[in-house]
């Protein structure tokens, strides 16, 4: 069955530094990779995929994430944090083939970017 | 373009209740999935229908849970004799054409809480 962790439940950064919010996966074969962010009493919207191709992916908003095979992570990034990115962020995974289109989601990390 | 929209987004129910919550999907989508956000964690795959037809139901907990989509559009989730343990925030998100990676679309959701 497939999987995704986010390590970290919090990210602290100031704002104007680089961010990262990391994400590992575990999936039969090649894996469909997303970002989404979430707003307080909104929906989540996406960022970013990966599905196959280039291993940097650039998404929404000036973030970026990069898709590493052998150690199974799909990174979030972003080289200059603003105070209005801060929210929660959820990455996912689903199989690719088939017709599992379901997506799996890891239980978020709260960023935080301080003025 | 219209987004997701999805109703109520608050509805406070008594346990034993019953209770539906309706999606309406981006126009022209063909696929239609429903979540479960619980607090402090991801949101967790409940069906997936394509069309009319739901082609995933692998995620509904139990048969309390069910959905329909009787036109290929709006969809309703419908949830029979409710407990405390269903509270939860359910959302609903639409793609066109799956099979071809395309992203899901998320509505703001209906946070559900049973008394």
């Known amino acids: 069955a497939q999987s995704v962790a986010q390590p970290e439940d919090q990210v602290n950064v100031a704002e104007g530094n680089p961010l990262t919010v990391k994400c590992t996966y575990s999936?039969?074969?090649?894996?469909?990779l997303f970002w989404y962010v979430q707003y307080p009493n909104r929906g989540l919207q996406f960022l970013l995929k990966?599905?196959?191709?280039?291993?940097l992916v650039k998404g929404s908003y000036g973030f970026e994430a990069e898709f590493n095979k052998s150690q199974t992570s799909f990174h979030l990034k972003k080289p200059s944090a603003l105070v209005s990115d801060s929210a929660l962020y959820f990455c996912?995974?689903?199989?690719?083939?088939?017709?599992?289109?379901?997506?799996?989601f890891g239980k978020g990390t709260l960023l935080t970017v301080n003025p | 373009g219209a987004g997701v929209s999805q109703t109520p987004s608050n509805k406070v129910t008594e346990k034993g209740k019953y209770v539906e919550l309706r999606c309406d999907p981006i126009?022209?989508?063909?696929?239609l999935y429903w979540y479960r956000q619980s607090l402090g964690q991801g949101p967790e795959f409940l069906i997936y229908?394509?069309?009319?037809?739901?082609?995933?139901d692998s995620g509904l907990p139990n048969d309390r849970f069910f959905a329909v989509r009787p036109e290929g559009s709006v969809s309703t989730l419908k949830i029979q004799r409710t407990e405390r343990g269903d509270s939860a925030v359910y959302l609903c998100?639409?793609?066109?054409?799956?099979?071809?990676?395309?992203?899901?679309?998320f509505g703001p959701g209906t946070r559900l809480t049973v008394l």
């Open positions: 229908f394509q069309g009319t037809g739901a082609a995933d």
């Open positions: 126009s022209g989508h063909t696929a």
């Open positions: 999936v039969s074969g090649n894996p469909y």
């Open positions: 998100a639409s793609s066109s054409d799956p099979s071809s990676y395309n992203e899901q679309f």
């Open positions: 996912a995974v689903r199989e690719p083939g088939g017709s599992n289109y379901k997506l799996t």
């Open positions: 990966y599905i196959t191709g280039d291993n």
